[in-house]
C-alpha cells in the first residue's frame, strides 16, 4: 500500500539501496519535516537514534558539535539525499 510516507521512504531507498528500513524510515521523516533545512545536525541525530539500540557505546554517539570536523563530513552525504528527497517530493 502506497502513502505519503511510504512514497517517502521509497525515494529515500532509491538513493540509499543497500540503507536498512530502520535508518531509511528515520531520513523519510527528516525529508518530511525539516526537508531542504536538515542539517548535517539533524542527520546525526537520526543515525544516533537508529544506532542507540544497536550500538550505544560507539564512539560517535556524542553531540554532532563534539565530533571531528573529518566525522561531522560522514553526515553532509545524507544530509543531501534527504535534501534531494525532500525537493522530489515536493515536486509531486
Known amino acids: 500500500m502506497s502513502n505519503y510516507f511510504t512514497r517517502a521512504m521509497d525515494a529515500v531507498r532509491r538513493e540509499l539501496p ?12 527528516l525529508a518530511l519535516t525539516t526537508g531542504a533545512a536538515t ?19 560507539h564512539r560517535s554517539m556524542i ?9 561531522q563530513e560522514f553526515d553532509r552525504k545524507y544530509m543531501e539525499v534527504i535534501h534531494r528527497v525532500a525537493a522530489e517530493l515536493a515536486s509531486t
Request: aromatic content about 10%; glycine content about 0%.
Open 63 to 71: 553531540p554532532f558539535a563534539e565530533l571531528s570536523p573529518e566525522v
Open 18 to 29: 543497500n540503507a536498512e528500513d530502520d535508518i531509511v524510515r528515520l531520513y523519510a521523516l
Open 39 to 57: 542539517t548535517m545536525e539533524h542527520v546525526h541525530d537520526a543515525w544516533s537514534a537508529w544506532t542507540v539500540v544497536r550500538r550505544p557505546d
